[in-house]
């Protein structure tokens, strides 16, 4: 079956650039997605990438698709204290409905 | 626009008992989806209601069931607890457009749910 994986854990410094990074085993995958997860809160949508596209760029969110490779990153520039989360990558196919299958998430802590 | 609400945000049982979840989507979606998070399993998919129908279903166990009404507002009900089952259920609504355009989820707070 599809599975999507990321590293558990990333620490930065603030004001650095963080890169969290997935892959996924599914070549039918047509769209990714990466949420955020703060504590006690469900998943906020950050932005998704179709996948005959290479980058999208959404403000200090840059996410890069190398679809032969089949990996997904999401670059945060300038990182702030109140982007500590975990941050998930999912994806999906087309006409199976909303069969999203997520990552384990990726705990992002940024340093003072 | 509201955002999705589910009620209620926590809850807490016992082995053996049965509990019902419930989700409001955002106005509009017609598409629900269900899923359990847990540390150990991380974010499963349970299943997906779309127009009062269930379209997509995962891996649990018949104990699990849900249904949508005619206003797209969604329950999700769990027979017989175990301690497993204690988890943050997440519920998402989407458009439910289909075709070539993503269909978005849009994620609730949850509902907490500890079986004791």
């Known amino acids: 079956g599809e599975d999507v994986e990321q590293s558990l854990f990333l620490s930065v410094r603030e004001g650095d650039s963080s890169v969290i990074n997935c892959t996924y085993t599914d070549s039918s995958s047509t769209y990714l997605y990466w949420y955020k997860q703060e504590p006690g809160a469900g998943l906020q949508l950050l932005t998704y990438?179709?996948?005959?596209?290479d980058m999208k760029q959404d403000q200090r969110l840059t996410v890069l698709l190398n679809k032969k490779d089949k990996h997904l990153s999401l670059r945060i520039a300038d990182t702030q204290t109140g982007d500590s989360a975990i941050y998930f990558c999912a994806e999906s196919e087309l006409d199976y409905g909303q069969n999203f299958v997520f990552g384990p998430g990726t705990r992002l802590s940024v340093l003072p | 626009k509201a955002g999705v609400t589910q009620t209620p945000r926590y809850l807490i049982k016992t082995r053996g008992q049965q509990v019902t979840l419930s989700c409001s989507p955002i106005s509009g979606h017609r598409s629900v989806s269900w899923y359990q998070q847990t540390p150990g399993q991380g974010l499963q998919f349970l299943f997906e209601y779309f127009s009062e129908t269930q379209r997509n279903k995962g891996n649990f166990p018949g104990r699990f069931s849900g249904r949508q009404f005619s206003n797209s507002r969604s329950e999700m009900n769990v027979s017989t607890l175990e301690l497993g089952d204690s988890a943050l259920y997440l519920c998402?609504?989407?458009?439910?457009?289909?075709?070539?355009?993503?269909?978005?989820?849009?994620f609730g707070p949850g509902t907490r749910l500890t079986v004791l």
């Open positions: 998402a609504s989407s458009p439910g457009r289909g075709g070539r355009l993503p269909d978005t989820q849009y």
């Open positions: 990438i179709f996948s005959n596209m």
